[in-house]
């Protein structure tokens, strides 16, 4: 059983930067698609960005150009790397892991990013 927990959240003013870290432990990391996930208050959880077993990448719309998904395979961790934040990237953001039909997540962090 793979448990994911993430890190790296907190205060940022509008226009910082911030860089969540998600480490896996319990299983295998790498053959895992990774994402991160975010839901904001009174939201639906959303995907921000995926990054397969092989480093493809994948964004939304709304963070792509702002955001950057990375793993090291080495530390079983992977990042979520956030630049010129705006106000409506105030969410939880939870850490995602798939493998066939299994799935993990996080507790998630919270990220608040104010002027």
């Known amino acids: 059983q793979v448990q994911l927990v993430e890190s790296g959240g907190g205060f940022v003013q509008t226009g910082g930067s911030l860089r969540l870290s998600c480490a896996a432990s319990g299983g295998t990391f790498t053959p895992l698609q990774m994402g991160w996930y975010r839901q904001a208050p009174g939201k639906e959880r959303e995907l921000v960005a995926l990054i397969t077993s092989s480093g493809s990448t994948s964004y939304a719309n709304s963070v792509r150009g702002r955001v950057s998904i990375s793993r090291d395979n080495s530390k079983n961790t992977v990042y979520l790397q956030m630049n010129s934040l705006r106000d409506d990237d105030t969410a939880v953001y939870y850490c995602?892991?798939?493998?066939?039909?299994?799935?993990?997540w996080g507790k998630g962090t919270l990220v608040t990013v104010s002027s």
């Open positions: 995602h892991g798939n493998l066939h039909r299994m799935h993990y």
